[in-house]
């Protein structure tokens, strides 16, 4: 997959300010600090793109950024960052703001296509979990993405992931990627993913 351009084009806080474009979204969906924002880079090949904080929680509005690629059954989109959920130390209010306006896009929006849900392989949280059932709840396609596979050794990853999908209740049907930003290990088979999500048309699961 060739990316022709990449470009972040703004954050949005209510549903008046999304872009009205009306091309596909895929939207990255994880907790604070799994790594959506490495993802975005990592897939796009653009350092800085998506801005990498060492600080949990940071992002609080819905980013959206605009591809241009190769791809002539899809060659435009938005890969969309969700604020991350479950770090503590945002406060109860700012909270409270973020999962009204999380779900009212992922219920209202008709351009996305599918989520790549981030969880970081050496263990799923029990926000993790939480969101996992309400995601499925919503009917939207998934890809579920282990992530900061680096941190684990070879012999480690099979019973991590054998964690992984026990812990979220996956079917076995379902597939995991794992994926690294470190080492780009998984970048070309979510590539793969994305353009399933996007050339199967609509995002409820099942559609097309």
């Known amino acids: 997959m060739k990316i022709l351009s990449a470009e972040f084009i703004k954050s949005c806080t209510t ?7 009306g091309l596909p979204e895929v939207v990255c969906v994880g907790r604070s600090n799994v790594g959506k924002s490495s993802l975005i880079n990592t897939l796009t ?20 950024f605009r591809l241009i690629l190769s791809d002539t059954q899809a060659p435009r989109l938005f890969l969309v960052d969700l604020p991350g959920y479950g770090y503590a130390k945002v406060s109860k209010s700012v909270r409270a703001e973020w999962g009204p306006m999380i779900q009212h896009y992922l ?7 599918g ?7 050496r263990g799923p949280s029990p926000h993790d979990v939480h969101t996992s059932q309400w995601l499925h709840a919503l009917g939207l396609r998934r890809v579920v993405v282990g992530t ?4 684990l050794t070879r012999r480690e990853r099979a019973p991590a992931l054998a964690v992984l999908r026990e812990t979220l209740a996956l079917d076995p049907t379902e597939p995991v990627l794992l994926f690294s930003a470190k ?16 050339h199967k048309g609509g995002g409820q699961a099942g559609a097309g």
């Open 183 to 198: 080492t780009r290990e998984g970048r070309d088979d979510l590539w793969a993913a994305i353009r399933d999500l996007l």
């Open 115 to 121: 989520l790549l849900f981030l969880v970081d392989v």
């Open 45 to 64: 090949n653009r350092d800085g793109l998506a801005k990498v904080s060492r600080t949990p929680g940071k992002t609080r509005v819905i980013n959206f």
């Open 148 to 151: 900061k596979v680096d941190q």
């Open 107 to 113: 219920e209202n929006r008709p351009q996305v296509r």
């Open 15 to 21: 549903p008046e300010q999304f872009p009205a474009d």
